[in-house]
Antibody, heavy 114, light 112 residues
Framework: EVQLVESGGGLVQPGGSLRLSCAAS????????MHWVRQAPGKGLVWVSR???????TYADSVKGRFTISRDNAKNSLYLQMNNLRVDDTAVYYC????????WGQGTLVTVSS | QSVLTQPPSASGTPGQRVTISCSGS????????VYWYQHLPGTAPKLLIY???QRPSGVPDRFSGSKSGTSASLAISGLQSEDEADYYC?????????????FGGGTKLTVL
């Protein structure tokens, strides 16, 4: 059974940092592109970043230079290092699998507030 | 403001057929395939349609997708109360050869 389990969310002050993790199981993690997608309260889904099987990365303009996506295929894990957080980064963050974004985790809530 | 444009809401009665539209541009829908997702609050989004009109295993054939030019649509026939959810379209966007995913703003479907 495919499972994606996010963790690491919480309350952080503006300008602070947070590292999200996504533990994958039930599939050959290293063979898949992986994504982070977020949903701000009352808003729609917004793509944040993706990482290829070989480590190549792309970011949304809104997070470029502040967020870093990475993966550890040996640990079947995906990460999102978030620095210089802003109030408008407040959202549920989902990790998702593949070029088709065919499977999603349940999400972890990040709240940026003073 | 989302790159792909969807109507904010749609509604229908049980048994009816409803369609949700998704409008994009030549850099996304016009040159790449479209995906559709169903999202219930507090749950993981679920893939309904990939490659414009393909259903993953387990998705009822009441759900169908189509694409023409820079627009796409999701049709739900035989509407059921459990279909009440938010629906999102998505596509890869290759502006400036930098492949990113773009989503629509979402359509809230109400079953009356």
């Amino acid at each position: 059974e495919v499972q994606l389990v996010e963790s690491g969310g919480g309350l952080v002050q503006p300008g602070g940092s947070l590292r999200l993790s996504c533990a994958a199981s039930g599939f050959t993690f290293g063979s898949y592109w992986m994504h982070w997608v977020r949903q701000a309260p009352g808003k729609g889904l917004v793509w944040v970043s993706r990482i290829n099987s070989d480590g190549g990365t792309t970011y949304a303009d809104s997070v470029k230079g502040r967020f870093t996506i990475s993966r550890d295929n040996a640990k079947n894990s995906l990460y999102l290092q978030m620095n210089n957080l802003r109030v408008d980064d407040t959202a549920v963050y989902y990790c998702a699998r593949g070029a088709s974004i065919d499977f999603w985790g349940q999400g972890t809530l990040v709240t940026v507030s003073s | 403001q989302s790159v792909l444009t969807q109507p904010p809401s749609a509604s229908g009665t049980p048994g009816q057929r409803v369609t949700i539209s998704c409008s994009g541009s030549s850099s996304n829908i016009g040159s790449n395939t479209v995906y559709w997702y169903q999202h219930l609050p507090g749950t993981a989004p679920k893939l309904l349609i990939y490659s414009n009109n393909q259903r993953p295993s387990g998705v009822p054939d009441r759900f169908s997708g189509s694409k023409s030019g820079t627009s796409a649509s999701l049709a739900i026939s035989g509407l059921q109360s459990e279909d009440e959810a938010d629906y999102y379209c998505a596509a890869w966007d290759d502006t400036l050869n930098d492949f990113r995913v773009v989503f629509g703003g979402g359509t809230k479907l109400t079953v009356l």
